[in-house]
């Protein structure tokens, strides 16, 4: 596993890069497969696209070779997410269904639902609002039952998306104002669900917005997640 890196710098980038080249010269493939997930997370965290899609192509072949799955899923994972930050949304959906099959014959449910989470972002740039929307939830129906709350708030992020995209604005700011209040809120998440948040609130009078702040506070997180998934 490896979780998303924020606040990358060069130097720590560098230490990777030695330490890849230190599991080389070893030459154990797991090894080299494992440290070249974290390079490529650590390159795209730097906008280095290039050098992060080829640490994880080379991360899936070496997996591929010695059977390594979870690595395996999670170098899926990193090819999807570069795809994504580079525009390319077919290719990042194509690379996150990848993920989802691997975590989904492992039992890996909490990779599963984020790499679902994930998918829906590119289907959703891709104009292809009812299948990201299936896919949301069940991102979210599998977060809420293994209490993956990060995911959780993720898939909810997407949700709103969508019911901004149909125009009911401030039904999606509210979910949006109950992700931002909710403190397992990772940073990545919250930058969306914020940038979301001021999009929508543009579209709406004060009164609106201040009727949406009201309704947020007085629903409970679990009453939402529940409607939702009904």
């Known amino acids: 596993n490896y979780s998303?890196?924020?606040?990358?710098?060069?130097?720590?980038?560098?230490?990777?890069?030695?330490?890849?080249?230190?599991?080389?010269?070893?030459?154990?493939?797991?090894?080299?497969?494992?440290?070249?997930?974290?390079?490529?997370?650590?390159?795209?965290?730097?906008?280095?696209f290039d050098e992060a899609r080829q640490a994880l192509e080379e991360s899936v072949e070496l997996n591929t070779s010695v059977?390594?799955?979870?690595?395996?899923?999670?170098?899926?994972?990193?090819?999807?997410?570069?795809a994504q930050a580079q525009g390319e949304h077919q290719r990042a959906a194509d690379m996150f269904h990848k993920a989802v099959d691997t975590f989904t014959e492992l039992g890996g449910r909490f990779y599963m639902a984020q790499s679902l989470a994930q998918m829906g972002r590119s289907l959703f740039a891709l104009g292809n609002d009812v299948e990201a929307g299936r896919i949301w939830r069940e991102s979210l129906r599998i977060a809420a039952e293994i209490r993956g709350m990060p995911v959780v708030l993720e898939a909810l992020v997407g949700i709103a998306?969508?019911?901004?995209?149909?125009?009911?604005?401030?039904?999606?700011?509210?979910?949006?104002?109950?992700?931002?209040?909710?403190?397992?809120?990772?940073?990545?998440?919250?930058?969306?669900?914020?940038?979301?948040?001021?999009?929508?609130?543009?579209?709406?009078?004060?009164?609106?917005?201040?009727?949406?702040?009201?309704r947020a506070q007085q629903l409970s997180f679990e009453q939402v997640v529940k409607a939702l998934l009904q």
């Not at 059977?67 to 570069?82: D, E, I, P, S, T």
């Not at 401030?170 to 949006?176: G, I, P, T």
């Not at 397992?184 to 919250?190: F, L, V």
Request: charged share 20%; net charge positive.
């Open 161 to 214: 998306s969508l019911r901004g995209k149909r125009g009911e604005t401030q039904s999606a700011l509210e979910l949006l104002l109950i992700v931002l209040n909710h403190p397992a809120c990772d940073q990545e998440t919250k930058i969306r669900a914020a940038d979301l948040r001021a999009e929508l609130e543009a579209q709406l009078t004060r009164q609106q917005v201040e009727t949406a702040q009201a």
């Open 67 to 82: 059977g390594a799955r979870w690595n395996l899923g999670h170098a899926f994972q990193g090819l999807g997410a570069v």
């Open 4 to 48: 998303r890196l924020t606040g990358q710098s060069g130097d720590q980038h560098a230490r990777l890069q030695a330490a890849v080249a230190e599991w080389r010269a070893v030459g154990d493939p797991r090894f080299i497969a494992y440290g070249l997930n974290f390079l490529g997370q650590s390159a795209l965290a730097l906008g280095r």
